[in-house]
C-alpha cells in the first residue's frame, strides 16, 4: 500500500480522486492548501514545521473566515473526507504563496499576462507539496487535474498526457513542473470524462456532485484585475493613451493593467465596429486596438523552458496551445538556447500574449514549453 498526499480543494474532481485511490488501495492524505489573503484554518499547519512527526496526529476541524479559497471550500472537502474515512489537514501556504501575488501584480503592471494557475502547480501543488508529502512518508502526490501519466517505456520517466476529456484537459497547466516528479504524481480523474466524475460523486453519496467549477482566480475575490492589481500598486503610474494601428488616439485608460492581448470587451473606447487589443507599448504605457486580423501572428519566442522530454537540439514539428482554453494548433519548434525557443505557426494564432505561455504536444503527450517573450 502506497501513502498518498491528495491536494483536496473542496471541489468535485479532487473528491472523486480521493475515491479513486482508495479503491486503487492507497493511504491517502487529504491535504487543503490554505493560501487566501483571507482564508480559514482546518488544522492549520504552519509549512514551516512540516517536518514535525506530530503532524499525522492532528484533528480536522474547521475555523471559518471569509475570503478565497473559502471556509465552505475547505468544509466541503472535510465532509468528503470524513465520508471517506481519510484524514484531512490544512497546510497554511500563506508566505509562500505570496510570491505568486507579487508575480500576478508585476507581471500585469509591465503589460503582461500572467498565469497564476501554472505557477501555482510549479510552485506548491508540486512544489511545497512535495515537501509535505516526503516529511510524512508518502510515496506519491495528488491531484484532481484532468491529465494522464502513461508509460514511456521501461526505464524512464512516465509521460505527461492529454486528458481523455478534451473539454476539460488541463495538460497545459502541467508543463512546468519538474520533470523528475512525473514518477511520484498521481492523477486519478484523467482517464474519465467529466460528466462521469459528476455521475461517480452523486453515486457516492458526496455533496459536492453538482458543485460548480470554479472559474475565477482563487485570490482576486472580486474578478477585477485590475483593480486588485491598482491596489498594490498604489505607487505606480500605468495609465496612458488608447491609439489605433494606424496611431490615432481614441481615448485614455486609468492602467494597463486592465489590458490583455486579444481583449475586446471593457476597452473603454466605442469604434463602431469590434476591435481588440492588438499590443502593449509598455514604455509609454499606450494601449493598441485594430480589427482581429491585425491579431495575427505566425512566430514567437519564449523564454524559461521546461522539458519533460529529453530537450529537444534540433527543429522539431508539434501541436502548439499559446492559451488554457485555446486549441493545440500545427507548428514547427526550434530550440534557440538552454532557456528559449522559437514557435512557428502554420497558419496565424491570434492573441499571442507575453507572460502566457507556450506549450507543445506531439499527439497526446506533453514535451514542454515556455513563457511567450
Not at 25 to 51: L, P, T
Not at 173 to 189: N, Q, S
Amino acid at each position: 500500500m502506497s501513502r498518498v498526499v491528495l491536494a483536496m480543494s473542496g471541489g468535485v474532481d479532487s473528491s472523486v480522486a480521493a475515491h479513486l485511490l482508495l479503491e486503487a488501495g492507497h493511504d491517502v492524505i487529504g491535504v487543503f492548501m490554505r493560501h487566501g489573503e483571507e482564508a480559514i484554518e482546518v488544522c492549520s499547519i504552519d509549512s514551516s514545521r512540516a517536518n514535525s512527526p506530530l503532524l499525522p496526529m492532528l484533528n480536522s476541524r474547521a475555523d471559518h473566515k471569509q475570503g478565497c479559497c473559502s471556509a465552505s471550500d475547505a468544509e466541503d472537502g472535510r465532509r468528503v473526507a470524513d465520508r471517506l474515512g481519510i484524514p484531512f489537514y490544512a497546510l497554511n501556504l500563506q508566505a509562500d504563496f505570496s510570491q505568486i501575488i507579487d508575480y500576478f501584480v508585476d507581471e500585469y503592471s509591465i503589460g503582461r499576462t500572467p498565469n497564476p494557475c501554472v505557477m501555482c502547480n510549479n510552485w506548491i501543488k508540486f512544489g511545497k507539496l512535495f515537501d509535505y508529502a516526503d516529511s510524512v512518508d508518502a510515496e506519491f502526490v495528488a491531484t484532481g487535474h484532468y491529465a494522464r501519466l502513461s508509460d514511456a517505456g521501461a526505464g524512464e520517466l512516465p509521460a505527461l498526457c492529454r486528458g481523455i476529456d478534451e473539454n476539460k484537459d488541463q495538460s497545459y497547466v502541467l508543463f512546468g513542473i519538474k520533470r523528475d516528479y512525473l514518477a511520484r504524481m498521481l492523477l486519478p480523474v484523467g482517464s474519465y470524462q467529466k460528466p462521469q466524475i459528476r455521475e461517480m460523486a452523486a453515486r457516492l453519496g458526496m455533496n459536492v456532485a453538482e458543485k460548480k467549477d470554479s472559474q475565477e482566480i482563487c485570490f482576486v475575490t472580486s474578478s477585477k484585475y485590475d483593480e486588485f492589481v491598482r491596489a498594490r500598486q498604489t505607487n505606480v503610474n500605468t495609465s496612458g493613451e488608447i491609439a489605433t494601428t494606424e496611431g490615432e488616439v481614441v481615448g485614455t485608460h486609468p492602467g494597463i493593467e486592465g489590458f490583455t492581448i486579444g481583449q475586446r470587451k471593457g476597452l473603454g473606447v466605442a469604434m463602431g465596429e469590434p476591435r481588440f487589443v492588438v499590443r502593449i507599448e509598455t514604455e509609454t504605457n499606450r494601449v493598441v486596438i485594430g480589427p482581429r486580423e491585425a491579431l495575427g501572428r505566425t512566430d514567437l519566442t519564449a523564454n524559461q523552458t521546461n522539458w519533460l522530454v529529453d530537450p529537444p537540439s534540433e527543429t522539431f514539428r508539434c501541436e502548439a496551445k499559446i492559451r488554457y482554453n485555446s486549441p493545440a494548433s500545427p507548428a514547427t519548434a526550434t530550440v534557440l538556447s538552454e532557456d528559449r525557443l522559437r514557435v512557428v505557426f502554420d497558419d496565424p494564432r491570434f492573441g499571442v500574449a507575453p507572460g502566457q505561455a507556450v506549450v507543445c504536444y506531439d499527439g497526446e503527450r506533453v514535451l514542454g514549453g515556455g513563457w511567450i517573450k
